[in-house]
């Protein structure tokens, strides 16, 4: 039996080696419009671009928000053994530095690149995407809470809200233990909304996972050791009802499964990966770019690798259209790492104070 400290920092780098593959993930899931496409039985190249795409961006890509809302649920409550205000207050000042600062800072970001190309396709007489006129008919507490103007930091955005009732979460947990986490469970699976920005069932769930084995300090990768044959052989198979029913009203059910038995599965397969030594070094030195990737992918990178393969697919067709599917996320990456190379030799401090001073939220 491995002591219980060299277990600890086990998990904690398979947890940092997770957060590329997990972040990619979101990359890929950014490569669809959120709508689903319907699957045809029809035996055709276009039928099997449809799937594939569907199955990783729409599918197999709804592993990686829970997973990262269960490290951050685990982390925030692993140290606390009591609650008090004295806990809370610390936790908000150490939060708000490497949560809500990064999340502030780059959904301005985003908000200056819209207003810089439009103006600059404005004066070169390309002309604007709109983008301006929607940020000027929108609220300052609709760009920057409602629908964040930079997407993906929804993530961040519900993090805060779990953080700000982390006290709730702390007391809801230790005295209901399974039967509160049970509860949430239910939530998320019958897919109980509450329909205020921050409030997710998928953020209840899988950070209220988290919090309760941070609360009870049981570790993650030893229980997932435990069940990750079973969990991933039912992972597996919700995938594939989930991808059967394909744009259609009970794949969400299925789709949910699917996440809840993939997560627990996650650190098993991490585990594996850490026995590689060069694959676990190649991975845990990837780990301090991925928030850098997560804030900045979408903030026209992404969007114009796309726009560029929707203009070439009136011109190519077959495999090579296939191939750019899975290309661009990769050039996309590339795109960012070499962007946070430039960025930490010439604006240290600043690239810093935006990620929260840490390499990851």
């Known amino acids: 039996m491995m002591d219980s400290t060299l277990l ?3 998990q904690s ?6 957060r590329f593959p997990l972040t990619l993930l979101v990359v890929f899931i950014h490569m669809l419009p959120f709508q689903q496409q319907e699957l045809t039985s029809t035996l055709s190249f276009d039928n099997l671009y449809v799937f594939t795409t569907e199955l990783v961006s729409h599918h197999i890509g709804r592993v990686a928000v829970p997973s990262f809302f269960l490290f951050s649920g685990y982390f925030l409550f692993i140290q606390i053994k009591s609650w008090s205000l004295k806990v809370y207050s610390s936790l908000l000042k150490k939060r ?3 949560i809500l600062v990064p999340y502030l800072m780059w959904n301005l970001v985003a908000i200056l690149a819209i207003v810089f190309k439009n103006l600059t396709f404005e004066y070169i007489n390309l002309g604007s995407d709109g983008g301006i006129e929607g940020l000027k008919k929108a609220s300052l507490f609709d760009i920057f ?5 930079n997407f993906p930091l929804w993530y961040l955005r519900d993090l805060i809200v779990m953080i700000l009732l982390s006290p709730v979460i702390f007391y809801f ?9 049970a509860a949430l469970f239910f939530i998320y699976i019958t897919r109980i909304e509450s329909d205020i920005p921050g409030i997710s069932s998928t953020a209840l769930f899988f950070f209220g996972l988290g919090s309760y084995f941070g609360i009870y300090k049981i570790n993650m990768l030893n229980w997932s050791i435990n069940i990750g044959k079973w969990a991933l052989s039912f992972a597996f198979i919700f995938l594939l009802i989930a991808t059967y029913y394909t744009a259609q009203d009970q794949n969400e059910f299925w789709i949910r499964l699917y996440a809840v038995f993939a997560t627990a599965g996650l650190l098993y397969l991490g585990n594996k990966i850490y026995d590689k030594p060069h694959l676990r070094t190649r991975l845990l030195q990837l780990a301090e770019v991925c928030l850098f990737i997560y804030v900045t992918h979408l903030i026209y990178i992404l969007n114009w690798l796309k726009g560029g393969l929707e203009k070439l697919s009136s011109v190519i067709t077959g495999p090579i259209l296939l191939i750019a599917y899975f290309a661009i996320p990769f050039i996309c990456v590339l795109i960012i790492i070499a962007l946070y190379k430039m960025a930490k030799q010439y604006i240290p401090k600043a690239l810093g104070i935006s990620l929260g001073n840490r390499n990851y939220a």
Do not use: F
Request: aromatic share 8%; charged share 25%.
């Open 8 to 10: 600890n920092a086990r």
């Open 173 to 181: 947990l230790k005295y209901l233990g399974k039967i509160g986490l």
């Open 96 to 98: 708000a530095r490497t």
């Open 13 to 18: 780098e398979v947890i940092d080696m997770l």
């Open 145 to 149: 809470w409602i629908t964040p103007v």
